[in-house]
């Protein structure tokens, strides 16, 4: 069985009080395993994007514990938490992100960059990025000169530079066509398998659902049914 990297436990988040309380995750427990792609289905207002923040340490729980490879979160310094995100984590976006001036490889090198990555390194290990993902001979073009399709995948480039173990997409097919979603959720798939780290994407395509090993869908911020593919379905 595949490592498992993150950890859920009885995960409640609140917002407000008293009457106005609005309840976005209502006892969620679950785990995240390095080599899977984890679809995260449902209506707006479900509770997606609020459990990725949960998972990508951008949001702490109200109620209930996270466990990032087995050590509980709970407590933990606002400077932890971000140094377990640069270190751990990595983040795709529904619009990308790109900075506009600078080429695809260079979108990519300045996440290396941030790393402390030596500058004699950048420009090949953000060529292999983005060869890995077909790009590179779009390497040379700026964002404004690529194609959605083209776009996204820079960004999980991007996303990728720092080796990360958890990788949270959030609609990251949304702005793209029917064939072009499928193609970057198939690079994502590829990408889990081969790089043996946990992907997460949040969607509301149906199309992108053969692409993950596995699919979560939630409503009213509980988990309503938790099934993979060829294998095991509970609800």
């Known amino acids: 069985m595949s490592a498992t990297v993150l950890t859920l436990e009885d995960v409640r988040v609140t917002y407000g009080e008293g009457a106005a309380a609005v309840h976005a995750l209502n006892g969620i427990s679950l785990d995240v395993r390095r080599g899977e792609v984890t ?100 390497a040379e073009h700026y964002p404004a000169e690529l194609s959605g399709g083209q776009k996204q995948r820079v960004a999980i480039a991007r996303a990728l530079a720092g080796q990360p173990v958890l990788l949270l997409a959030d609609e990251p097919t949304a702005a793209l066509d029917g064939a ?26 149906p199309r992108v659902l053969p692409y993950g090993d596995r699919v979560l869908e939630l409503e009213d911020g509980r988990l309503k049914s938790d099934r993979r593919h060829g294998g095991n379905a509970h609800a």
């Open 39 to 138: 679809m995260l289905m449902g209506p707006s207002g479900s509770g997606k994007t609020t459990l990725l923040q949960v998972m990508g340490c951008l949001l702490r729980p109200s109620a209930g514990r996270v466990r990032l490879f087995g050590e509980s979160l709970e407590g933990a310094a606002l400077a932890a938490l971000t140094e377990l995100r640069r270190r751990h984590v990595g983040f795709v976006f529904q619009h990308y992100n790109l900075f506009p001036t600078l080429k695809a490889w260079e979108n990519v090198a300045i996440a290396l960059d941030l790393r402390g990555a030596p500058r004699e390194t950048l420009r090949p290990r953000a060529l292999a990025l983005l060869e890995r993902l077909g790009l590179a001979d779009r």
């Open 180 to 205: 072009t979603g499928q193609a970057v959720a198939a690079s994502l798939k590829a990408l889990a398998h081969e790089l043996d780290c946990a992907v997460v994407v949040v969607s509301h395509d």
